[in-house]
DNA sequence: GATGTAAATATGTCCTAACAATCTATTGAC
DNA sequence: GTCAATAGATTGTTAGGACATATTTACATC
């Protein structure tokens, strides 16, 4: 079974040749024109009828394997993965994921201080010497009903910011605004139940499910940025991901 | 700040040369002699002194990047990251997590039955026609302390077995055992309370919170092997991961 | 009919080479 | 002194080629 896989390349595009292929797969993947379980034509055949390099050919390939859209196998081929793949966990915030979902999340802030940080922050922020954090509290909710408390820790060598500022845009929004480019994240997850401070703000019985989360976020240079603690209403949200094969 | 990167690499091993930088790096910053923060020299004079390539070492870091160890930043160079690194959330299975951190778990078998699957398990798994499932609940404990009851259904035209054998080895463990390849998996974590059901059998009282974790394997042929449901003691368990932004 | 062997096919690894884009630090002009 | 242009350093992208290794298929042999 050919492929028949289409894909325009402009190479006057300041978009590396190897991400439009991404783009090209995943779009006929997702429009179902490459059906699950549909073999590609092999690498080699496939660069040549685009007019690319096989290596750049397979630097796309990679890259749609560790997202979990293709499988390769050696000396068999390579396949569109027969399950409704799932977008990868990515290193994005609550608010950039509800907006590109089209939601409209609201935020409001319970607290908001700045100052020295305690031990652990310390020690998870790796600050040094002088170095003071800001530390707020936000409840975040879309149309109209609660979805999570998050509590963070941002050090205060990068940005500054006030209280305000967090009602009207996201975190990672105003970090990445103050020039800051974020790499990785460390993160747990688990659950507890809602006590009697997180019920009433989320508008759910005590001892209901919560899910939890903490996060530390590294950017380019390094550093340990910041630093949170959010808790989450079981009912409306959890977290989904693509784990792949090294 | 030189990083006097000293790594052994052996042609005559069977093992990849990029694959050698990667543990000979890996090992360099978990035994301390790389130290957070650190610069590594630029990819073309490693690569030099290493007498390899460029393309292999830079293959090499980017898979430090991905898992987390490494930053690049173009016109810059590469930095160890600042940070505690955990491991990255692996296509693993909680059989093999426990074993590999010196636990023994033990097993409990709960249900076992052998028939066709319901439609959400057949969509799940997008079953051919005539295909039927194994339907399981197993019981996990570590040192006599409950920690999970898992619900798994798995098609059974990859494997055959019986009730008895899911009480001495894992699930993985079979499964690979019978020629399975997994490549990746589709999963969903979240929480909830413990029902009347799950309580005792986890020794917790009614109304705790647990930990949910729903997910669906896919091999290297791309078939949906496995999906499970599974919950855990929120107070013994959590899912820790490090995200990298693409 | 079962079994082993070889060829065809596909991905995996590794190399050399060149140029582009970005960031830093320095230099020079005003 | 301040700001802009520039040079150097470093990673990012792309190309083309060669050989290795795993899998399947077809064929030959027993």
Sequence with gaps: MSSGLNIQIDRSSPVPLYHQIVQGIETA???GSLEPGTRLENEIDLAQRLNLSRPTMRKAMDELVRAGLLVRKRGVGTQVVASQ???????SS????????????TTKSLSFSHGPADER?????QLPPGTEVYHFTRLRSVAGKPLAIMENWVRDDVVSFEEETLNERGLYEILRTAGVNFRLANQRIGAMVANDYQAPL???KSGSALV???RTAVDDTGRNVETGSHVYRADSYSFEMTLVQR
Tied chains: 1, 2.
């Design 29 to 31: 993947i997702h429009s």
């Design 85 to 91: 793949v799932r977008r990868h966990l990515e290193l």
């Design 94 to 105: 609550l608010n950039d994921d509800l907006e590109r979902a089209g939601k409209k999340p």
């Design 121 to 125: 922050v310390q020690a998870l922020l």
């Design 202 to 204: 989320l508008k759910v």
């Design 212 to 214: 939890t989360m903490e």
